[in-house]
């Protein structure tokens, strides 16, 4: 089956950077996109970054250009999201989501992991 697992989570200072890292397991036909979106408590959901895999292309959230950087290593399978300057309210879960096929003829689909959180506090 199919999953994703992050990495990277924990506790910064402002001003501090974290690297998350982003694993899949199992089989994968195509990749569609394949990044990150946050929650942080009484918060909506938001899509941070991505990468369109059709052409190479990355998605910024406002909040975050300029500060986070989004790379793929398809010899490794995974995904990172380099985080600098982080700021309080950067602090969230932080999950990685990806748009797949998984098998011949079948749909994309939509999987994502169980995220790994992020503190930024004094």
């Known amino acids: 089956q199919l999953q994703f697992v992050e990495s990277g989570g924990g506790l910064v200072q402002p001003g501090g950077s974290l690297r998350l890292s982003c694993t899949a397991s199992?089989?994968?036909?195509?990749?569609?996109?394949i990044g990150w979106f946050r929650q942080a408590p009484g918060k909506e959901h938001e899509g941070v970054s991505c990468?369109?895999?059709?052409?190479?292309?990355?998605y910024y959230a406002d909040s975050v250009k300029g500060r986070f950087t989004i790379s793929r290593d398809t010899t490794k399978n995974t995904v990172s999201l380099q985080m600098n300057n982080l700021k309080p309210e950067d602090a969230a879960v932080y999950y990685c989501?990806?748009?797949?096929?998984?098998?011949?003829?079948?749909?994309?689909?939509?999987?994502w992991g169980l995220g790994t959180q992020v503190t930024v506090s004094s």
């Open positions: 989501d990806a748009l797949v096929v998984v098998t011949m003829g079948g749909s994309i689909r939509n999987y």
């Open positions: 199992g089989f994968i036909l195509n990749y569609y996109a």
């Open positions: 990468i369109y895999i059709s052409d190479g292309s990355t």
